[in-house]
């Protein structure tokens, strides 16, 4: 019985600085005290003295491609990917096949999620059926179920009806829903295939102009703030996007927002190879765009990391560019992609990494079991090794696919240890194979 | 041929060097000297087979492959993946291989989506050469090393050195690999480059490149030495890039009114194949100054002479023939 088993973690660090030892006890975290004193009523003492000890990462932003497309991740292999990436709450971006816009449809990824038992895996329900952008799917059914749906977005596709838009965001206010908007205006993205701009006007390929996403921002930001509604911007992707959140911000308005950890880090210079690898949306943009993503999350204008993992069969990637799918794989790089990109360039310190990945995306989406170190709190907690340098492997993954763009790359910060619930699920960077279902 | 860019493959007029380009130039010449004395098939390609891997229609440029492999005594396969089992998005891997299963020693490949080349030669799928010969709307370098060779040709005082000339490019420029690529590969050879276009039909972002750009062709006609027209698509109206063929022609098309401003040397080009009375009249398109028939000519020239660089490293011994 894994929930029976206790830790004692010794002589870890925690984001703040502060030295502590930390023990868990039936799921929970137990006690925390400068000095624990080790002793055989533990299962298992580890000594975290290399260790920062941080409350599990939360993704709000999570493709997992079950059901419909198995072959490229399951509810579980994600899991296990977002184990291994330090996660121990993720969230089921709507766009499978059936689309998640049913009752029906989340609750069956809830209970996969719960069988897996590696993270919680909550679902994000669709705004409008088959995220066709006609009529809203039935959102209140969603709330209402066991899965407990906060969070809305036909994410993959923009909600560019106005009217639509308006609706959605009237509607979720009974059950304090979010519409989580993937900002594309349509109409000027038609065959996109990258960041318009020189590097596009180069390579010949369909530029994706910042503005179709900073037009969509712009007025959803007012639609939100006219309706008194619960607004949040997907992956933020270009300056003025950032710029037009900050200003919505400073004038009080209700609007959160995300960025990746790939548009942290990389730009469209990478499209002149032509490797599909790069091809994502919303697209890599510039080194401009990359610096105000970096500066805005570091200032608090945007609240959060999110992953957007997105598996892609070799087939859909192995083509040429404008054949190819979009999307990359993030769930076990986003911890070394973060440090490197904000980390260590002094962008920001630990404490504002844990608001940013744990703390801030718990509390939006209202996962209270997540985003904190407290005693009697569920023991969700990650022990990474903050000055660990490794190279990314992308056969080394626990996801089903192998889209990483960052193979080969050298990242610093590494993935220790993850507790999900009290059990230990990743132990030395590697899966256990314990969940909490077999311990239930 | 140790430089960047014709190492191995043909993708990019922006990987070449200006010595890499004039040797290209220079082969061209010495293959039209010795075709023009009577020796039209040489054997030096005998025993090599080059595929025409064409995921577009092209029947021009696959031609002047076709022919240029033809001379050179090269065996040819012609592999037209359009209409065929092959389908969006799949067998551009499958299909390379598959071909150089039969023994292909170099793929002209020709593809709408931009880039497709450049995959192909990094993939690792094949280890045949590549040439591409015109992917999506990035480039088309064969077809830029012609222009240059026709131009050499009208300007022979220039020989590798075309800073005295400049050389406009009219018309569709966003959607262009024929633009891209001479833009390039002119600019490597010193010319002055100015595109002509709307607004609408200019990439965001050319600032970066190396050119001069005019939104009124009437403003920069007479300074011309050399003036490309681009084939304008009737669908680029219907994408709401201009208002309507009579509104373009008139703006930016070479009429007969505006024959009569060009410099008494100035040439007029034309990739083909051509819209007469939309972007050039028929005056223009037959007028002594037109060279738009000498490119094509041309073509198979260059092609030839790019085949004989990328396969000859070793070449069937031929005496006397090229050196």
């Known amino acids: 019985m894994n929930q029976s088993r206790s830790f004692l973690i010794k002589s870890a660090t925690l984001a703040d600085g502060t030295g502590v030892d930390l023990s868990i006890i039936n799921g929970k975290v137990d006690q925390i005290s400068d000095r624990l004193e080790s002793n055989e009523s533990f299962d298992e003492v580890l000594d975290a003295s290399e260790f920062l000890l941080l ?9 997992l491609r079950e059901p419909g497309r198995e072959s490229t991740e399951t509810v579980l292999t ?12 993720i969230t089921a971006m709507a766009n499978t096949n059936p689309v998640a816009d049913t009752a029906g449809v989340v609750e069956q990824v809830a209970r996969l999620g719960r ?6 895996v909550f679902s994000i329900g669709a705004v409008s059926v088959g995220l066709r952008g006609e009529t809203l799917a039935e959102m209140s059914a969603m709330a209402h179920s066991a899965a407990q749906v906060r969070i809305f977005s036909d994410d993959g596709n923009c909600v560019s009806d106005p009217l639509l838009m308006r609706r959605a965001l009237e509607y979720v206010k009974s059950f304090d829903g979010i519409i989580a908007q993937h900002a594309q205006e349509p109409a000027l993205t038609q065959g996109a295939q990258m960041n318009e701009g020189s590097v596009s006007s180069l390579l010949g390929l369909k530029g994706w102009p910042a503005i179709a996403e900073e037009s969509i921002i712009a007025r959803d930001i007012l639609m939100a703030n006219y309706l008194g509604s619960r607004l949040h911007i997907c992956h933020l992707s270009t300056a003025g996007g950032v710029e037009l959140v900050r200003w919505a911000k400073a004038n009080g308005m209700k609007v959160t927002a995300e960025v990746t950890p790939h548009h942290l880090l990389l730009t469209d210079e990478l499209a002149k190879s032509f490797d599909p690898i790069y091809k994502v949306n919303p697209p890599l943009r510039q080194m401009s765009d990359v610096l105000a993503l970096r500066g805005g999350l570091a200032d608090g204008t945007i609240d959060i990391v999110a992953t957007d993992h997105a598996p892609h069969s070799m087939e859909d990637k192995e083509c040429e560019w404008n054949a190819a799918s979009f999307g990359m794989l993030g769930l076990e790089t986003a911890f070394g992609v973060v440090v490197e990109s904000m980390i260590n360039t002094s962008h920001m310190d630990w404490n504002r990494l844990v608001e940013v990945m744990s703390k801030k995306p718990a509390q939006i989406a209202g996962y209270t079991n997540h985003g904190e170190i407290a005693v009697g709190q569920s023991a969700n907690l990650v022990l990474v090794d903050p000055k660990a340098r490794w190279r990314v492997n992308r056969f080394a993954s626990a996801s089903r696919s192998i889209n990483t763009p960052f193979h080969g790359m050298e990242l610093t910060g590494q993935v220790r240890h993850t507790f999900f619930n009290g059990i230990h699920v990743v132990s030395n960077g590697e899966l256990t194979g314990h969940s909490y279902e077999e311990s239930l | 041929m140790q430089e960047k860019g014709m190492n191995r493959h043909l993708l990019s007029t922006k990987d070449l060097t200006p010595a890499t380009i004039i040797e290209i130039l220079d082969t061209a010449r010495e293959l039209g000297r010795i075709t023009d004395g009577g020796m039209k098939k040489l054997p030096t390609l005998r025993g090599r087979t080059v595929v025409n891997l064409f995921f577009e229609d092209s029947t021009r440029t696959r031609l002047s492959f076709e022919a240029a492999a033809k001379r050179l005594s090269a065996d040819v396969i012609n592999f037209s993946a359009k209409g065929s089992s092959v389908s969006k998005g799949e067998g551009l891997k499958d299909t390379a291989q598959t071909l150089e299963a039969m023994g292909a020693d170099l793929i002209v490949l020709r593809h709408g989506a931009s880039g497709a080349a450049q995959r192909l030669a990094d993939s690792g799928w094949v280890d045949a050469a590549i040439v591409n010969a015109g992917d999506g709307t990035h480039e088309h370098p064969t077809q830029a090393l012609l222009d240059a060779y026709t131009i050499r040709s009208h300007f022979p005082e220039c020989a590798n050195d075309f800073s005295a000339l400049n050389i406009g490019i009219v018309g569709d420029i966003l959607h262009s690999r024929v633009a891209r690529s001479n833009v390039f590969l002119l600019k490597a050879l010193g010319a002055k480059v100015t595109l002509i276009a709307p607004p609408t039909l200019l990439p965001i972002g050319f600032e970066s490149w190396p050119v001069n750009v005019s939104y009124h062709l009437d403003s920069v006609l007479g300074s011309l030495d ?4 681009l084939r304008i698509q009737s669908e680029r109206m219907s994408e709401l890039f201009f208002p309507s063929e009579r509104e373009y022609a008139r703006d930016f098309g070479l009429g007969n009114l505006r024959l009569k401003e060009l410099k008494a040397r100035a040439i007029i080009m034309h990739p083909g194949p051509m819209n007469r009375g939309m972007e050039i009249s028929a005056a223009s398109a037959d007028s002594p100054r037109s060279v738009i028939l000498d490119q094509v000519s041309n073509g198979i020239l260059i092609r ?5 660089l990328l396969l000859g490293g070793n070449p069937v011994p031929v005496e006397g023939v090229l050196v």
């Open chain 2, 304 to 308: 030839m002479a790019v085949l004989y």
């Open chain 1, 55 to 63: 409350p599990g990462f939360v993704d709000l932003h999570t493709h």
């Open chain 1, 78 to 89: 994600g899991s296990q990917a977002a184990a291994r990436g330090g996660f121990t709450a």
């Open chain 1, 115 to 120: 069988e897996a038992g590696i993270c919680d």
């Open chain 2, 226 to 229: 050399a003036i490309m027209m």
